[in-house]
């Protein structure tokens, strides 16, 4: 899986990068067809001091996309991967249907 990490406004540490990288290859247990990730980071200014992760997951059917919102940028990229990964249980699940259907 091709992963492309955006950090906006700051460059991303490399052990933030590695744990992206870490969190998004155990989604190839949900679905094998994932061609490419783009992973977004951004944050708001000190008062607020909150930080963003988009995560958009390209598969050959269709596009998944998650946004979180954290503290800090590891519990951001968790929050994120978990609505990823119930999308993707649930399209696995989608398919299993239609193919069940479809052979009786």
Do not use: G, W
Not at 4 to 33: C, G, M, P, Q, W
Not at 59 to 87: G, S
């Amino acid at each position: 899986m091709n992963v492309n990490i955006t950090a906006r406004h700051f460059k991303a540490k490399e052990s933030t990068r590695d744990y992206i990288h870490e969190r998004l290859d155990e989604l190839t247990k949900y679905n094998e067809n994932i061609i490419h990730a783009d992973v977004i980071l951004s944050y708001d200014k000190p008062p607020a001091d909150s930080k963003h992760c988009e995560i958009k997951l390209k598969l050959k059917e269709r596009v998944l996309t998650a946004k979180e919102t954290a503290p800090d940028f590891e519990r951001a990229i968790d929050l994120a991967v978990v609505k990823i990964e119930t999308q993707l249980y649930k399209f696995k699940d989608k398919i299993k249907t239609i193919k069940h259907t479809k052979q009786k």
